[in-house]
C-alpha cells in the first residue's frame, strides 16, 4: 500500500478498513472510497484478525448511520447467540475536516465500545452503571482486578410499543437516537419487534418495543406516557406515520 492523507480516530481494533481484504476493497468500491491507505501497526492489526480467525469468532460488518461520518459502518460480533457492536466507524464528514483545517483529507472516525466489553468481563446488565456515580457500583471493582458484579437493587421495567409506518430512507439507528434522547437515562433497550411491507401500497411498517427502567426508583407510566408522547411526536416529524 502507498500513503495518501490519514486522520485516524482513536482505535485498537480498527480492522475493517485496515486490513486489504477483498471485503475491505468490496466496501470502498461501493462507496467510492480511496482504499489506498497505510497505516502504523500494521501487522498488530493483521495478527489481530488471525487470533479472531483461530478462536473462531463469528463477527461481520454492515452499514449503518453515524452523524458525523458518510458511509458508516460496524462490526458485529456474536455473543451468546446475539449480535454485539464492537466497532463503529466511518469517513469523517468532509465539511468538518474542513472546519478543523484538514480541508482535502481523508478521515476515519472509530469507536470501540469499550463498555460493552466491559459488561462481559464483569457480569454488568446494563451500560447505564457506567455513568452512575452510586457508592455501591464504584466500591466493588479496583484497578487491576477482574470482579463480578454483584446487583444491589432491581426496580420493575415499564414497557411500550411503537408501530409506525416509516419513509423509504428511515434508518432504525436514527430512531433509537430519538428514544435516547427523549428517554435519557430511563431507556434500558431498545427492540426492532418486527418489519412489514403492505403488499398493495408497499409501505413499510416497522414494530419497535422499548424498555425503560430507573436504577434508582420505580418509574411511573404516566411519567413514561409523557416520554412517548415526546418520541411519537419526533418521529412524525422525521417522516413517519404512527399506526
Known amino acids: 500500500m502507498s500513503a495518501s492523507p490519514f486522520v485516524c480516530g482513536v482505535c485498537g481494533m480498527a480492522v475493517a478498513v485496515i486490513k486489504e481484504t477483498q471485503e475491505m476493497l468490496d466496501f470502498c468500491a461501493k462507496h467510492n472510497i480511496n482504499s489506498d ?51 463503529g466507524c466511518g469517513v469523517i464528514h468532509k465539511d468538518i475536516m474542513k472546519n478543523c483545517g484538514l480541508e482535502g483529507q481523508n478521515g476515519w472516525a472509530f469507536g470501540m465500545g469499550l463498555e460493552r466489553l466491559a459488561m462481559i468481563f464483569f457480569d454488568i446488565p446494563d451500560i447505564r452503571y457506567f455513568w452512575s456515580e452510586d457508592s455501591r457500583f464504584l466500591s466493588q471493582f479496583k484497578e487491576g482486578q477482574i470482579t463480578k458484579f454483584q446487583p444491589y437493587s432491581k426496580y420493575p421495567p415499564v414497557t411500550r410499543d411503537i408501530s409506525m409506518w ?60 409523557e416520554i412517548q408522547k415526546e418520541i411519537k411526536q419526533k418521529a412524525i416529524e422525521s417522516g413517519c406515520e404512527i399506526r
Open 37 to 87: 491507505i497505510e497505516l502504523i501497526n500494521i501487522q498488530d492489526i493483521n495478527e489481530a484478525y488471525e487470533r479472531m480467525d483461530k478462536a473462531d469468532v463469528k463477527y461481520r460488518f454492515v452499514d449503518e448511520y453515524f452523524p458525523f461520518t458518510n458511509p458508516s459502518f460496524e462490526v458485529e460480533v456474536e455473543y451468546h447467540g446475539k449480535e454485539m457492536e464492537v466497532l
Open 166 to 225: 416509516v419513509p423509504d430512507n428511515f434508518n432504525d439507528n436514527y430512531f433509537y437516537d430519538i428514544v435516547r434522547d427523549a428517554g435519557n437515562n430511563l431507556v434500558e433497550e431498545v427492540s426492532l419487534g418486527e418489519t412489514f411491507v403492505h403488499p398493495k401500497t408497499l409501505k413499510t411498517s416497522k414494530f419497535f418495543h422499548i424498555s425503560y427502567r430507573s436504577l434508582d426508583r420505580t418509574l411511573t407510566g404516566e411519567e413514561i406516557d
